[in-house]
C-alpha cells in the first residue's frame, strides 16, 4: 500500500514582507499527522521542534574563513545562519529516517553563495553545507536541480569540479561537462510547456542515470510572469515542476527531497504556490 510522505517544514527566522503570510498560509497542512513542523520564531502549538542554526565548524567545510568573517560583519550572521542551518537539519532527518522530504523557508540562501565569496542576498550555501555534512557520515552521490532564475553560481563554484554531485541549473547559458555541471538555457518569454518539457528531458533522465541518494532543489519564483527574473511562467508552473521533481524523487531516491526555497519576492505568488508545493510533497506516491 503506497503510504503519505513524511514532510518536514522548516521555518527559521527571516526578515521582509515576503514571507510574512507564513506559518499562517500553511494551517491546514500543519495539523496533518504526517507533516512535522520545525519553527524558528513563532512558538505555535503544534511545533514540536525548533530549528537549529547552523555551527561555525559546519560552515568551514564549505565557506572560507574570511567569507565567514565577512557575513558576521553585515548585520545577518544569524538569520544566514539559520537559512542554511534549516537545510542541514532537515538532509540530517532525512538520513535518520524521521522524514522523507522537506522544505526550507530560507530568509537568506542559497545559490549564490560560492567557497569564498557571497551576493545576490545569498549568504551561506545551505544546500552545500548539507551536503558536506551528509559526506561526513559516509554519504556519496547527490544531485542539485535549480529552478530559479537565476544562474546557480556560487553552487557551480563549489561543485565544479566535484563529479559526485550533479547540478542541474535551468538559466540564461546551456552548459555541460564532463564534471556533472549542466546548465539549461531559458529563454525570456517561454511558455510553462517549454519550461516543463526542458525540465522533463534535461532533469529526469540525468538524475535517473546519476541515482542520487538525495536531491535537492533550488526553488525560486523569480521566473514567474512580473516578478524580476520574469521568463514568463505561471505561477502553476512551479507547482507542476514541484510534481515532476517529486516523482522522480520517489523513483530514484526513496523520496528524499529537501526543497530550498530561493529567489522571488511577490507576497502574493508566495503564499500562492508554496503551500500547494507542501501538500504536493506531503501526498502518496
Ligand atoms: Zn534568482
Ligand atoms: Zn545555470
Redesign the pocket.
Known amino acids: 500500500m503506497l503510504s503519505k510522505k513524511r514532510t518536514g517544514i522548516f521555518l527559521p527566522y527571516f526578515q521582509g514582507q515576503r514571507l510574512s503570510d507564513f506559518p499562517q498560509a500553511l494551517i491546514n497542512i500543519l495539523d496533518k499527522e504526517n507533516v512535522h513542523y520545525y519553527d524558528g520564531v513563532y512558538q505555535l502549538a503544534n511545533a514540536t521542534n525548533y530549528v537549529q542554526p547552523v555551527i561555525e565548524d559546519m560552515l568551514s567545510k564549505v565557506h572560507s574563513k574570511s567569507m565567514i568573517d565577512l557575513v558576521e560583519g553585515t548585520g545577518y550572521f544569524e538569520a544566514a545562519s539559520y537559512s542554511a542551518g534549516g537545510t542541514v537539519q532537515a538532509a540530517e532527518q532525512i538520513r535518520l529516517g524521521n522524514i522523507d522530504n522537506a522544505f526550507i523557508f530560507t530568509g537568506f540562501g542559497d545559490h549564490h553563495a560560492g567557497r569564498s565569496y557571497f551576493g545576490g542576498m545569498c549568504y551561506f550555501n545551505g544546500a552545500a553545507v548539507a551536503i558536506a555534512a551528509l559526506t561526513e557520515k559516509g554519504g556519496t552521490r547527490f544531485a542539485i536541480v ?1 529552478t530559479d532564475s537565476h ?3 556560487g553552487t ?1 563554484d563549489i561543485f565544479g569540479q566535484d563529479k559526485e554531485v550533479l547540478h542541474i ?5 546551456n ?1 555541460c561537462d564532463g564534471n556533472n555541471n549542466v ?1 539549461v538555457r531559458v529563454p525570456h518569454g517561454i511558455n510553462d510547456k517549454g519550461y516543463l518539457r526542458r525540465v522533463r528531458q534535461a532533469f529526469v533522465p540525468r538524475v535517473s542515470t546519476f541515482n542520487p541518494e538525495l536531491i535537492f532543489w533550488e526553488f525560486g519564483y523569480d521566473a514567474t510572469l512580473g516578478e524580476y527574473g520574469d521568463k514568463g511562467l505561471t505561477k502553476d508552473c512551479h507547482v507542476e515542476i514541484a510534481r515532476i521533481i517529486k516523482s522522480t524523487a520517489d523513483t530514484v531516491c526513496r523520496s528524499r527531497l529537501v526543497t530550498i526555497l530561493c529567489g522571488g519576492s511577490r507576497r502574493d505568488l508566495a503564499t500562492y504556490i508554496i503551500p500547494k508545493i507542501i501538500t504536493l510533497m506531503a501526498e502518496q506516491e
Not at 541549473?169 to 547559458?173: L, M
Request: glycine residues 8%; charged residues 35%; contains cysteine.
Open positions: 535549480d544562474h546557480g553560481d557551480r541549473c535551468f538559466c540564461s547559458q552548459h546548465d
